[in-house]
């Protein structure tokens, strides 16, 4: 049973261009939450999805940042037209279910994006 | 809202000596913790986590986390420390207060287990 997949592992992109992150839940997982973590910071919640439906986007910032989770396919973290702050690392994670299930959030290896 | 502290940046300790990385927390709620692991440019690694039952809880490692609910807190354990515990530790808290799980993490304590 493959773990959470995150691709790329590291992200170069010039500023102004459009960087998309991947994030494969596991086998059988249908919540997704995305993390960033900034040098020399925590991990800072950014976004929860599950299937076609973004649950809580209250961390994302209001503008070049979107993320989705199709029916069919990975979810996608997609940051437009990059700047230096937007460098990090972004970690997924995915969990099952819910209220009243006794489980952790399983984490990817997660994206180091670098804007140069 | 829920929150986690982590009130030192980093802890020494000699290798072989105990070891503990120190969390409180803050929820409405029955707290549901958690300690997660980081090496060096790698993702987070699960390491324990408290539900319900015993105050100890022992987890991967050789690691445990005592739970301490007067105290509000979660502090990590190991009783000899290795060279290779040196990373980053993060305490989390989740929450379902807004109809689903949400987790909240410390900033992160570094720890430095010295040979």
């Known amino acids: 049973n493959a773990g959470v997949m995150q691709n790329p592992r590291h992200l170069v992109r010039r500023r102004g261009q459009e960087a998309r992150l991947r994030c494969s839940p596991m086998?059988?997982?249908?919540?997704v939450y995305w993390y960033r973590q900034l040098p020399e910071e925590g991990l800072k919640f950014m976004v929860y999805?599950?299937?076609?439906?973004?649950?809580?986007e209250s961390g994302m910032p209001k503008e070049r940042f979107s993320a989705e989770f199709p029916k069919e396919g990975p979810s996608i973290l997609r940051i437009q037209q990059v700047v230096r702050g937007d460098s990090a690392a972004y970690f997924c994670?995915?969990?099952?279910?819910?209220?009243?299930?006794?489980?952790?959030?399983?984490f990817g290896q997660g994206t180091r994006l670098t804007v140069v | 809202a829920q929150s986690v502290a982590q009130p030192e940046d980093q802890v020494n300790v000699a290798e072989g000596n105990p070891l503990t990385v120190k969390c409180t927390y803050s929820?409405?709620?029955?707290?549901?913790l958690f300690w997660y692991v980081q090496y060096p440019n790698r993702g987070l690694q699960f390491l324990l986590k408290?539900?319900?039952?015993?105050?100890l809880v022992k987890g991967s490692y050789g690691f445990e986390a005592e739970f301490n609910k007067s105290q509000t807190s979660f502090h990590l354990k190991k009783p000899s420390a290795l060279v290779s515990d040196s990373a980053l530790y993060f305490c989390?808290?989740?929450?379902?207060?807004?109809?689903?799980?949400?987790?909240?993490f410390g900033i992160g304590t570094k720890l430095q287990v010295i040979p």
């Open positions: 994670a995915s969990s099952p279910q819910q209220r009243g299930m006794n489980t952790e959030a399983f």
């Open positions: 086998k059988g997982h249908s919540h």
């Open positions: 999805l599950q299937k076609e439906n973004i649950i809580d």
């Open positions: 929820v409405s709620g029955n707290p549901y």
């Open positions: 408290y539900i319900t039952g015993d105050n």
């Open positions: 989390a808290v989740r929450d379902f207060s807004g109809g689903y799980q949400k987790v909240t």
